[in-house]
């Protein structure tokens, strides 16, 4: 945590010293405070403003009060642009009402079960718990990211219960921290005697064998539930520094793609496994870095 010197130094020169001691102490507690949101509600334009409220309302009181210009500062937004969020949030149950007195800004906040009634949907998405401060910079990044770990630990469930119970009781399926932290391995074999399922680790993709029961979440899966292009879900995970890998389940040509990558080969084609001479679309070319 930054001392109040050096958070001050950081804030705008031509904030009023009141509203400069304001907004470093309202910084501070964004810092410090979480807050549950919901992908199917956090993409609407008026969430920030909604999450700002919520997130600080530690008290549960319903009502808040901030200055408008230390808003606009945490939201990077304008006047107008609040104003806006503030109708819209209030058509959509976010907001029950609101005023503004003197430049400062107090809102009545709607319930969780109001904005499901407008919304006519009691399905709110995936929920986590992030950072204020990050929902506030960064929020739609994040909503993607937990869409994203959810659709995977729902995968993964499926995918344990489609093993053979023994097998389930000893192993279980593989956790994606093996798979996402041992870059350039092949073989991976987690415990001792388990039948190998990880054929090569590289930094895009893991190949992997026939015995491997594939999770995970698609891009274009995350974008549906979104209403999202999957290229954005890419454009976001990589704002999130997210460590990913795309699966390729086990072909008789990965067998040979698996040889070229321990030979340290930068260019290799497979061959059509059914002997017809012709190359088949399996192999990988190494360019830049």
């Given at each position: 945590m930054p ?5 001050l ?6 904030v009023?010293?009141p509203?400069?001691v ?8 964004t810092?410090v405070?979480?807050?549950?949101i919901?992908?199917?509600?956090a993409r609407q334009?008026?969430?920030r403003?909604?999450y ?15 200055p ?5 500062i945490l939201?990077d937004c304008?006047?107008?642009t609040?104003y806006?969020w503030l109708?819209?949030?209030?058509k ?8 503004v007195r ?6 009545y ?12 949907s009691w399905?709110?998405?995936a929920v986590g718990i992030?950072p204020?401060?990050?929902v506030?910079?960064h ?5 993607t990211?937990i ?5 995977q630990q ?11 119970p023994?097998y389930?009781?000893h192993f ?9 932290k041992?870059?350039g391995?092949?073989?991976l074999?987690p415990?001792?005697g ?5 054929l090569h680790i590289s930094e895009?993709r893991?190949f992997v064998s026939k015995?491997?029961t594939?999770f995970?979440a698609s ?5 549906e539930?979104?209403?999202?292009h ?10 999130l520094g997210t460590?990913?890998r795309?699966l390729?389940?086990?072909k008789g040509?990965?067998t ?5 990558l ?7 084609q497979?061959?059509?496994?059914m002997?017809?001479g ?12």
């Amino acid at each position: 945590m930054p001392s109040s010197s050096e958070g001050l130094l950081s804030l705008d020169i031509n904030v009023p010293l009141p509203v400069a001691v304001e907004l470093y102490t309202a910084k501070l507690l964004t810092e410090v405070y979480s807050v549950r949101i919901h992908a199917g509600i956090a993409r609407q334009p008026w969430a920030r403003l909604w999450y700002l409220y919520r997130g600080i309302d530690k008290d549960g009181s319903g009502h808040l009060k901030l200055p408008l210009p230390i808003i606009e500062i945490l939201l990077d937004c304008k006047e107008k642009t609040i104003y806006h969020w503030l109708r819209n949030g209030k058509k959509a149950g976010a907001f029950r009402r609101y005023r503004v007195r003197k430049g400062v800004l107090t809102i009545y906040l709607g319930s969780l079960f109001k904005v499901s009634w407008e919304k006519n949907s009691w399905n709110w998405g995936a929920v986590g718990i992030c950072p204020l401060s990050a929902v506030l910079a960064h929020i739609r990044p994040i909503t993607t990211g937990i869409v994203t770990q959810q659709q995977q630990q729902k995968s993964r469930y499926a995918a344990d219960h489609k093993l053979k119970p023994d097998y389930r009781k000893h192993f279980g399926t593989i956790h994606p921290d093996s798979l996402l932290k041992n870059v350039g391995q092949s073989s991976l074999k987690p415990h001792v005697g388990e039948v190998p399922c990880v054929l090569h680790i590289s930094e895009k993709r893991i190949f992997v064998s026939k015995n491997f029961t594939v999770f995970g979440a698609s891009q274009a899966t995350i974008g549906e539930e979104l209403g999202i292009h999957p290229v954005t879900v890419q454009r976001h995970h990589a704002q999130l520094g997210t460590t990913r890998r795309q699966l390729c389940q086990k072909k008789g040509e990965y067998t040979h793609v698996k040889q070229a990558l321990e030979h340290g080969s930068d260019d290799y084609q497979a061959l059509d496994p059914m002997g017809s001479g012709l190359y088949t679309d399996v192999g990988f070319k190494v360019t830049g870095e």
